[in-house]
């Protein structure tokens, strides 16, 4: 029941998480190398102009290609991603900053900035320019906490004990439960072994096919992830590995073998 009650809450606390960081609490953007519009890498200096211009407001700031800090590389959640969209039509340029986080989820986007400059390089540089004058409230404040985007097993274990919590979560275990006794024997049992390849900010799964099962990102507890584009989490029992996930709003529990 414990694990349970762990379980849920790491399903409905991590969104509310993520939800309360804003772009000014990040230290560190990573700039795309290679905008999607653009034929080349860095081409007009466009990334190289859009780092420059985010490192005068204070961030530590990285082209993707370049090589991160080792922080960095084991939690790309402690940073945002920068792009460059495109919307130009056959006389003006326009182009907007776009800040996303780890998730894909987009935390701020820019006004517009336009250009008619005939040249591609000065065109670009000016409207890009114009998108970051509209940025007037985006600044690293350096007195912020440094953001993770995971939950600390301080954090759980404080939330825990409070009374009102404990009798929700008691509330959605025994609705949890009750779904659970509805799943199939095949959805319970052990399935086909997965293979984890690392990725930057934790593993994908795939199988023998091979097909790609799970994409399972890195959080502060230890055999505990979270699966990408599922509401759910990945997490070890025993020597046996369990996905726990809502499917069109159907709990679907499936257990495999993992080889690391």
């Known amino acids: 029941m414990l694990k349970h009650i762990k379980f849920l809450l790491l399903l409905f606390i991590i969104p509310s998480f993520y939800a309360q960081n804003t772009v000014n609490d990040y230290q560190y953007i990573i700039v795309q190398q290679r905008f999607d519009f653009l034929k080349s890498s860095d081409q007009f200096q466009t990334s190289s102009l859009t780092k420059f211009l985010f490192e005068k407001k204070g961030f530590t700031v990285f082209l993707s290609e370049e090589a991160l800090p080792n922080s960095i590389q084991e939690n790309r959640c402690m940073a945002l991603n920068a792009s460059v969209t495109d919307n130009s039509s056959m006389f003006t340029v326009k182009n907007s900053i776009v800040l996303k986080d780890c998730?894909?989820?987009?935390?701020?986007?820019?006004?517009?900035?336009?250009?008619?400059?005939k040249d591609f390089k000065k065109s670009y540089h000016k409207a890009i320019r114009a998108a970051f004058d509209t940025m007037t409230d985006i600044e690293y404040n350096p007195t912020a906490k440094e953001t993770t985007a995971v939950v600390t097993e301080k954090k759980v274990s404080v939330v825990l004990p409070i009374k009102k919590t404990t009798k929700v979560l008691?509330?959605?275990v025994a609705i949890d439960d009750k779904k659970t006794e509805t799943l199939t024997k095949k959805d319970?049992?052990?399935?086909?072994?997965?293979?984890?390849?690392?990725?930057?900010?934790?593993?994908?799964?795939?199988?023998?096919?091979?097909?790609?099962?799970?994409?399972?990102?890195?959080?502060?507890?230890?055999?505990?992830?979270?699966?990408?584009?599922?509401?759910?989490?990945?997490?070890?029992?025993?020597?046996?590995?369990?996905?726990?996930?809502y499917e069109n709003n159907i709990l679907v529990v499936k257990k495999f073998q993992v080889k690391f």
């Open 188 to 245: 319970i049992e052990v399935s086909n072994t997965l293979y984890a390849q690392q990725i930057n900010n934790g593993y994908q799964l795939v199988n023998t096919q091979p097909v790609v099962v799970f994409k399972i990102l890195k959080t502060s507890l230890n055999d505990v992830f979270v699966i990408e584009n599922k509401n759910g989490v990945f997490y070890k029992e025993n020597d046996i590995w369990i996905a726990s996930y």
């Open 103 to 117: 998730y894909g989820k987009v935390l701020f986007t820019s006004e517009e900035g336009r250009s008619k400059e």
């Open 170 to 172: 008691t509330e959605m």
